[in-house]
């Protein structure tokens, strides 16, 4: 995707009924805009965490006023959730607890606390526990989609499961034998069921993409969701979009044996 193109798309992704909008506007996947507006979200939310935890005591007095947890996120557009947990402990609620009733809103006796929870888990899409859930499943859809493809040309492989204990640092897909895709050797893939781009691209270089070139040699990631034209990945790291891997590219395989 051209820079511009996604810059303006990023840029009106502020709320989450901004995805069904621009879908209709644009012709745009949900699920694309959904990626995107989660990115936005979790970036945003961990750039103002601690100016909002700084007005912490004035949120809880508004709360013990009468006003929702769910308004106040809305005036000061932060995750509902997020602000729920940060707000249980300025008014004595361990985040432990929290979590347990979040995740079983009946097991809180406390009628309004309650009610909150409820609202604020229905109004998240992204931190409540049903968010949370939609991202692990859009991760595991990734990583089979990664799996049959490589099945399907019976390349042998380890997965990160497998590998557990074994490595520090271990890739969703370590390759038997390395193959080769587009002139270049991979021994290892990388499945990331998100968008690429210089943000995105710079925390997985750092914590993952460099570590496992240190470790198995050259290798590819591939950004299910497409990632920004011209983005430079770390060296022996070659960028795959989602589209390399349809169905339709299994007439001609473009990856073979060394």
């Known amino acids: 995707m051209k820079y511009e193109d996604y810059r303006e798309i990023y840029s009106q992704l502020k709320k989450p009924h901004d995805i069904d909008n621009l879908a209709k506007r644009y012709g745009l996947d949900r699920e694309f805009l959904l990626v995107l507006y989660t990115q936005r979200t979790v970036r945003d939310a961990t750039r103002r965490f601690y100016i909002v935890k700084k007005d912490m005591k004035k949120i809880a007095k508004e709360y013990r006023q009468g006003t929702s947890i769910a308004k106040i996120a809305r005036m000061i557009n932060f995750p509902p959730v997020l602000l729920a947990l940060m707000l249980g402990a300025e008014i ?117 993409l460099k570590p496992y070139t240190e470790m198995f040699g050259t290798g590819a990631v591939v950004y299910w969701f497409g990632f920004v034209e011209g983005i430079e990945p770390p060296e022996g790291v070659m960028l795959l979009p989602g589209t390399y891997f349809n169905d339709h590219m299994h007439l001609e395989p473009k990856a073979k044996d060394f």
Not at 117 to 144: C, F, H, N
Not at 185 to 200: C, L, N
Request: charged share 40%; glycine share 6%.
């Open 92 to 208: 004595g609620l361990p985040r432990k607890q929290f979590w347990k009733y979040i995740r079983d809103p009946n097991s809180c006796h406390d009628k309004r606390l309650r009610k909150e929870l409820e609202m604020v888990a229905a109004d998240d899409i992204i931190y409540s526990p049903k968010g949370s859930q939609v991202q692990t499943e859009r991760g595991q859809w990734g990583e089979k989609k990664l799996q049959d493809w490589l099945d399907k040309r019976e390349l042998k492989y380890r997965t990160e499961v497998e590998l557990r204990g074994e490595y520090t640092k271990t890739p969703d897909c370590l390759l038997e034998k390395p193959i080769q895709i587009n002139g270049s050797k991979v021994h290892w893939i990388e499945s990331k069921a998100s968008f690429g781009d210089d943000i995105e691209l710079r925390k997985n270089a750092r914590r993952q």
